[in-house]
């Protein structure tokens, strides 16, 4: 790494390990030498509705570990289509869990559909709720970033240009990763179209791509799967990127030797 490089800051999602409790995947975190952490917003790991003293009490636990928030994994849905109204998170909920826990970044959802399937009232009822959403965020100094998702709006790297020129918001910006679909952008274009916006960073791999049509998709170790990760990487370090590389999903035998960045 030159002299210039910004140094790389390395995350570990809790949803790697949904079924433990949060203080379980906290210690592993720390033992693995993450120096943070992106905390899965579903129980058992936080509550979808604000809980001050639950709250509270896993800032409480990051900071006896040393452990800083890298973002809050919410499940705040923008124009929704088919996600069922029970199942929907409130944005002030997740907004006072974000500022509780110190976490300046959100992970949300650009709709629930694929940006070609959807009709132009579900894009133009998506970019005005993120819109509103982002005006509130803004007070609290939070940023909103969209998860570059399948069966969302930002599903490719063209549509997530899409949706941030019609978002027009400082505050909205993309969590990057790569897709587990089979697609005609590769990953360093997937990338390269967003750069500029991305400030949260996903890293996973897979040992297949599916079509969308009910095919499970299988992990692989960061190094083995079918995505070269090195270049974008790299490509990531060059930017100078400042965000973090948050390990999201590795096979549980690989996971204390998935190193995913890159060697510079």
């Not at 949060?22 to 975190?29: F, G, Q, R, S």
């Not at 720390?30 to 509550?47: K, M, Q, S, T, Y």
């Not at 499940?75 to 976490?103: I, Q």
């Not at 960073?201 to 960061?222: D, W, Y």
Request: charged share 30%; proline share 4%.
């Amino acid at each position: 790494m030159t002299a210039s490089a910004v140094k790389p800051q390395f995350a570990l999602c809790t949803i790697s390990h949904r079924e433990k409790l949060l203080e379980y995947v906290l210690d592993l975190a720390r033992d693995l030498g993450f120096e943070a952490v992106e905390i899965w917003g579903r129980e058992p790991h936080i509550n979808e509705k604000f809980d001050e003293n639950r709250t509270q009490a896993a800032r409480r636990m990051l900071e006896e570990r040393h452990l800083s928030i890298a973002a809050l994994g919410s499940y705040v849905v923008f124009g929704p289509v088919r996600t069922r109204p029970e199942e929907l998170v409130e944005l002030e909920d997740v907004l006072h869990t974000a500022r509780c826990l110190h976490s300046s970044i959100v992970r949300v959802w650009a709709s629930d559909v694929g940006s070609a399937e959807a009709s132009k009232t579900g894009w133009d009822r998506t970019v005005s709720e993120i819109r509103d959403a982002c005006d509130r965020a803004q007070r609290l100094g939070i940023v909103l970033a969209a998860e570059m998702h399948d069966d969302s709006l930002a599903d490719t790297g063209e549509s997530c240009l899409r949706l941030l020129e019609a978002v027009d918001r400082e505050n909205f910006r993309m969590n990057f990763q790569v897709s587990d679909r089979a697609r005609a952008e590769t990953p360093l274009q997937r990338l390269n179209a967003v750069l500029p916006h991305v400030v949260h960073c996903h890293i996973q791999n897979f040992v297949n791509l599916t079509n969308g049509e009910g095919e499970r998709v299988r992990r692989a170790p960061i190094s083995e799967g079918l995505v070269d990760w090195q270049p974008l990487l790299e490509r990531l370090v060059e930017k100078k990127y400042r965000g973090y590389y948050a390990l999201e999903f590795a096979p549980r035998e690989a996971r204390a030797s998935a190193r995913p960045w890159p060697r510079t």
